[in-house]
């Protein structure tokens, strides 16, 4: 079945510093990967998507890329702040009647000032 | 424009019982989609509705059963709870399933504790 893998936090990070979550996944057929936001005490909020192979999504400074070749969906940030303190959530979704999510289990970020 | 609401925010129940959660979704959006997120993990599907009809589930067993009304708003309701069931729960709206600009509204969440 689909599946997503994170890497595994927590990740502690100083302001202004450069950061990467990676993110691989398994599934058939050409997924939809996105990156979600949650920050303490509230639901998901969609960061970015990419909907077919070499996209770049990208929002409020953070980019990933859909690389096919490697079935993976780096977040990267080229400087943190404080404010970007959350967990981290990468997903897929396929193709299909109920285009549900499949999340990974999430990467707690932490910047210090 | 108002986003996806859920309540309550937080429920304590016994093991056994069952329980009702509710959604709102956003307006002019047609889809539910409800997940569960155990703690320290990611969300996992539990089943979505589209114009009223169940359109897709996961790996849930059937006590884990859910309703949309005509105004799309949804219900989750659980008998039988166990104490792996204590999560936040989470509600999710779309408007239709179709196309690459598929976006999930996600709610707050409720948070259910299985004592």
């Known amino acids: 079945g689909d599946s997503v893998t994170q890497m595994e936090g927590p990740v502690t990070l100083s302001e202004e510093a450069f950061l990467t979550i990676n993110c691989t996944y398994t599934a058939t057929g050409y997924p939809s990967l996105f990156w979600y936001v949650q920050y303490p005490g509230e639901g998901l909020q969609l960061l970015l998507k990419a909907t077919k192979a070499d996209d770049k999504g990208s929002n409020k400074g953070f980019e990933a890329t859909y690389r096919k070749e490697t079935t993976s969906f780096h977040l990267e940030k080229g400087s943190v702040q404080v404010s970007d303190s959350a967990v981290y959530f990468c997903a897929l979704s396929r193709t299909g009647s109920a285009r549900q999510l499949t999340f990974g289990s999430g990467t707690q970020l932490t910047v210090l000032p | 424009e108002t986003g996806v609401t859920q309540s309550p925010t937080h429920l304590i129940k016994t093991r056994g019982q069952q329980v009702t959660l509710r959604c709102s979704s956003q307006s002019g959006h047609n889809t539910v989609s409800w997940y569960q997120q155990a703690l320290g993990q990611g969300p996992q599907f539990i089943f979505q509705y589209y114009r009223e009809e169940e359109n897709g589930r996961g790996n849930f067993p059937p006590r884990f059963s859910g309703l949309q009304f005509p105004n799309y708003s949804s219900e989750l309701n659980v008998n039988a709870l166990e104490l792996d069931d204590s999560a936040l729960y989470l509600c999710?709206?779309?408007?239709?399933?179709?196309?690459?600009?598929?976006?999930?509204?996600f709610g707050p969440g409720t948070r259910l504790t299985v004592t």
């Open positions: 999710a709206s779309s408007l239709g399933l179709a196309g690459d600009h598929y976006e999930q509204y």
